[in-house]
């Protein structure tokens, strides 16, 4: 709907009176049936101008007086018309009629307002209350409208922070599978060897067993004897068991030993989703810690060395996979803001208020107008299609979800630091008092 059509909508066709017309003939009009709905009747000049509005609550005034009609009758309307009238053109918005109409309301209210159009001739009346009413169904539309933006805006923001959770699975994933496949390889490996080493050893057992039967045989005769020994020999020759123990024994170590690394990979794998755990339970933010250290590991052993100061801690109630993920994207950030190989350094410490958790790096480090906007949801200094700008963002919201604060220094060329500081509970005393 236009601004015209939505201001015609409310227009009440009146044909208006001339300035000269008698009091007592407009009192007469009024009580005709197609004046009976309006309180006013509009007034114009020759050129069609609205020059007033005369109401009935005027004329009940004149005809209320004694003698009213005799004495005030024959006199032109224009002499007690109100020539101030509420006027609003055709052309402008719905907003912009009801702000001049309500602006300009004064005691006792004029119900009717007067159209015309773009030329500034009368066109026909308009009632407050009829825009009003429009105004408050445009409300409503908007209203709705804003409402489902909403709605969509919602919907839009837990699909990005859902991209963004799996765009961290995704190089989690990748970094644990490139941690696996280090202790897998060698493991995989030695087997293949111990499978070729084998095969001298089962042929030694084999040259045995038929020395063993040709001398338990009684028709066994010296030739067929000396034929099995000699193979016996060979095969013991070929074997070298003296020699194979201490390799076979290096084997079995390296293989129990990547072995583990691949339990410690599954178990810091595990500690670090906490798919066994509650959503929210009383922990040691140092496991936290570990865990995430283990998951990062593949992105930073490259990039730095990390130096981990774990002071002793209490246990805080928190949801640990959402701290994890925190320090995950703390890592990560640190590892990839070396320029060279550099050091990541993690603290942890607690005070009588809270738990603390330091990450600091010796990156290149941030200038003031990128660290203003650290904490900007989409906001990035990486390339296109590197990052979505959303790790820190939900990181913030994470810690401030749990009652705590995340801040952050940095100065170019020196590096980078995050403070992570979570509340402990109050003792039990202290909650009583508060």
Same mark, same amino acid.
Not at 331 to 351: H, P, S, Y
């Given at each position: ?122 066109? &026909? *009346?308009?009632?407050?209350?009829? #825009?009003?009413? /429009? %105004?408050?169904?445009? !409300?409503?539309?908007?209203?709705? $409208? ?53 095969q001298p050893l089962l ?56 072995l583990e690394q691949i339990?410690?990979?599954?178990? &810091? *794998?595990?500690?670090?989703?906490? #798919?066994?755990? /509650? %959503?929210?339970?009383? !922990?040691?933010?140092?496991?936290? $810690? ?31 996979s959402q701290i994890n ?93 995050? #403070? ?15």
């Amino acid at each position: 709907m236009t601004t015209t059509s939505a201001l015609t909508h409310l227009l009440k066709p009146m044909p208006p009176l001339e300035a000269d017309t008698s009091i007592a003939d407009v009192a007469d009009r009024l009580l005709t049936p197609e004046c009976k709905a309006f309180l006013s009747l509009p007034v114009v000049d020759g050129a069609g101008r609205p020059l007033g509005l005369i109401s009935r609550y005027t004329l009940q005034d004149i005809f209320m007086m004694r003698f009213g009609r005799d004495l005030h009758g024959r006199k032109p309307v224009g002499e007690v018309m109100n020539a101030a009238p509420l006027v609003v053109s055709l052309e402008t918005s719905l907003e912009e009629a009801a702000h001049t109409v309500t602006s300009q309301l004064h005691y006792p209210i004029t119900e009717e307002f007067i159209l015309v159009d773009a030329q500034g001739c009368y066109r &026909g *009346l308009g009632t407050v209350l009829d #825009l009003l009413k /429009a %105004m408050e169904q445009r !409300i409503a539309q908007r209203n709705a $409208v804003l409402r489902k933006t909403l709605v969509d805006l919602k919907e839009s923001q837990a699909q990005l922070v859902q991209s963004e959770k799996m765009a961290s699975l995704g190089q989690m994933v990748a970094g644990v599978a490139h941690e696996l496949n280090t202790p897998l390889g060698y493991v995989k490996n030695n087997v293949q060897l111990l499978r070729e080493l084998k095969q001298p050893l089962l042929q030694l057992a084999d040259t045995h067993g038929t020395l063993l039967d040709c001398l338990h045989a009684p028709d066994c005769d010296e030739a067929r004897l000396s034929a099995a020994l000699g193979e016996a020999i060979e095969a013991r020759e070929q074997a070298a068991p003296e020699l194979l123990k201490e390799d076979l024994q290096q084997l079995f170590g390296d293989t129990l030993y990547g072995l583990e690394q691949i339990g410690e990979l599954v178990v &810091g *794998l595990k500690n670090f989703a906490r #798919l066994d755990r /509650a %959503m929210s339970e009383d !922990i040691d933010l140092n496991d936290c $810690v570990r865990s995430a250290l283990v998951i990062a590991r593949n992105n930073i052993k490259d990039k730095a060395e990390v130096i981990s100061q774990l002071g002793d801690l209490p246990r805080i109630p928190c949801a640990p996979s959402q701290i994890n993920q925190v320090l995950l994207n703390l890592f990560n950030n640190a590892a990839q803001a070396m320029e060279g190989f550099g050091r990541i350094l993690v603290k942890t410490w607690a005070d009588d208020g809270a738990v603390l958790i330091s990450v600091q790096d010796s990156g290149k480090g941030m200038p003031p107008e990128v660290l203003a906007k650290i904490f900007d949801p989409f906001f990035t200094t990486k390339p296109v299609g590197q990052g979505t700008g959303l790790g820190l963002s939900i990181s913030f919201k994470i810690i401030q979800d749990h009652g705590g604060s995340i801040r952050v220094a940095s100065e170019p060329g020196r590096g980078t630091r995050f #403070l992570i500081r979570l509340p402990r509970p109050q003792a039990p005393h202290l909650q009583e008092s508060a």
